[in-house]
């Protein structure tokens, strides 16, 4: 049977060889032919079911990811931090710590620094200036 995602792709073919006045008739699926009625009847009742099984399963999904989102399964990439741990690190470079020992002392690679974690999950002073005087 014609999976979902291929019958769009397949239907734009079928109607740009139907427009050239030709047609599609497969050497493997007998079934797969636009030149007889019966054929096109075929494909179109394919495509009928190929969309309904994809209705289904984009239904099933999403109800899936609502209930574990209910549940509080997170999505996504892991924070590198937890939320405690970034709001430390925020406090001590307000505090004139320098990113470099702020990322250290969590054990943080050094391309992970605060300024570029950026909001995923990251660190992202909120008010400190990128170069420090004194």
């Given at each position: 049977?014609?999976?979902s995602?291929?019958?769009?792709?397949?239907?734009r073919?079928?109607?740009?060889?139907?427009?050239?006045?030709?047609?599609?008739?497969?050497?493997?699926?007998?079934?797969?032919?636009?030149?007889?009625?019966?054929?096109r009847?075929?494909?179109?009742i394919?495509?009928?079911?190929?969309?309904?099984?994809?209705?289904?399963?984009?239904?099933r999904?999403?109800?899936?990811?609502l209930?574990a989102?209910?549940?509080?399964?997170?999505?996504?990439?892991?924070?590198?931090?937890?939320?405690?741990q970034?709001?430390?690190?925020?406090?001590?470079?307000?505090?004139?710590?320098s990113?470099?020992?702020?990322?250290?002392?969590?054990?943080?690679?050094?391309?992970?620094?605060p300024?570029?974690l950026?909001?995923v999950?990251?660190?992202?002073?909120?008010?400190?200036?990128?170069?420090?005087?004194?």
């Amino acid at each position: 049977m014609l999976r979902s995602k291929i019958w769009p792709k397949m239907n734009r073919i079928v109607e740009r060889l139907t427009e050239k006045s030709a047609g599609l008739q497969s050497l493997d699926e007998p079934w797969a032919d636009t030149i007889s009625p019966s054929g096109r009847m075929v494909m179109t009742i394919f495509a009928g079911i190929a969309e309904f099984e994809r209705t289904l399963i984009i239904s099933r999904t999403s109800g899936g990811r609502l209930a574990a989102k209910a549940r509080g399964v997170a999505f996504g990439r892991p924070k590198k931090m937890r939320p405690d741990q970034q709001e430390l690190a925020r406090k001590l470079v307000r505090d004139g710590k320098s990113i470099s020992a702020v990322a250290r002392i969590f054990k943080r690679p050094p391309r992970d620094h605060p300024l570029r974690l950026g909001g995923v999950g990251g660190l992202m002073p909120v008010s400190v200036p990128l170069s420090r005087t004194g």
